[in-house]
């Protein structure tokens, strides 16, 4: 919904259609999930339960939906049939929060929630539950009398979470503001015990993203405690490079069932870096940056740049290669950085501005040849492409870091924080 777009109220989504970007019907909405927050913060609509074939419910992250109507759903075609399960911070809206007894604030009076209405924030890709339809007087949504009136979800408490909760719920909610790195240091220090409570109740995305930031240690223990599904959704969440260097801490044969329960194209992606030496171009490599064919203008590589979810080191620069875009790609032209495109128009053709004057690494190439490309360069990220001059990936500045920091780096920032503030 873009900018400007009218607020849409939950009950009008009830059995709505949800299609996929060429128009096929995937199934219709059933619910829709959200996470709450402590105090009167707006709760963070997380995703939608949709019914498919076989009456099955399957979970829809917001992150895969690219338009919502009163009439349908459009997501970006990228939809996994696992059954849904709720979590435990997760609230279902129309079956837990309508028809419920709240209390406006000001007044301290009593009221039923007839609706509520999400609203996308601006510039991102998260949606809010920011107003709150609701009647006064006594009984329930199928009660005709009593004004109505549309208020903030501030203006009304029942809701949201305690502020003194133990439970991991409440935890979670205290720390939902927290970078994934922070929470990471957050969850290194916790009980085991509580390590799992909370790992167990994050979504699948934001755990991947806490799980790429632990010690090694951590991330077996979460992921040897999640259900086998749902350690798959999270390995699928996770950069391939990051799930492969998860995976190969594991024995073989927990290895080989998390990989058959990926989704066939994350797991491909995955095996192929698991075939390389981990000290290597190869094993340090992501194989999801950014390619454009010759034929893309510097406004498409712009728009790419521009993806929310891409690292710095991934968006600071595009991969000009042929047809196939994934990869492994078609013959690797060149490179586009950044700054360049900020030079050139819109129109210009990206394979007109390429950069081929540095030869890209190999997959074999050994992690200390890595870095002095990086630093003699000046490169953030550097290609890798194969004999055939297929772009295989690209390895990013972070991950050599990763691999040259001692392996208690995080345990020596964390404490040099600590430190650090009592200068």
Known sequence: MAAGAPRIFVSHLSGVAVFDPNGDQVGRVRDLVAILRVGRRPPRLLGVVVEVAGRRLIFLPMTRVTGVESGQVITTGVVNLR????????RLVLGELLDRRVTLVEKGEEVTVLDVAIQQLPARRDWEIDKVFVRRGKGGA?????????????????????????????????????????????????????RGEVAAALDDDRLADVMEELPDDDQVEILGKLKDERAADVLEAMDPDDAADLLSELPEEDKERLLTLMQPDDAADVRRLLSYEERTAGG????????????ATVADALARVRQ?????????????????????????????????????PPFTLVSSIVDNDLPPLSPQTPLPAVTAFLAAYNMVAAPVVDDSGSLLGAVTVDDVLDHLLPEDWREAEFHAAEGGSHG
């Open 142 to 194: 199928l009660r005709r009398k009593g004004e109505t009136l549309t208020v903030e979800w501030s203006a009304v408490t029942g809701f949201s979470l305690e502020e003194h909760g133990q439970g991991a719920e409440s935890l979670l909610a205290t720390f939902e503001q927290l970078r994934p790195a922070d929470l990471a240091n957050v969850l290194h220090h916790l009980s085991p015990k509580r």
């Open 308 to 344: 929310q979810d891409l690292s710095p080191a991934l968006a600071a620069q595009v991969y000009v290669c042929r047809p196939p875009d994934e990869t492994p790609t078609g013959k690797y032209l060149g490179t586009v950085h950044f700054q360049r495109l900020l030079r050139d």
């Open 83 to 90: 059954r849904f399960e709720q979590r435990p911070t997760e």
């Open 284 to 295: 340090l490599m992501t194989t999801e940056p950014i390619v454009l064919r010759p034929d």
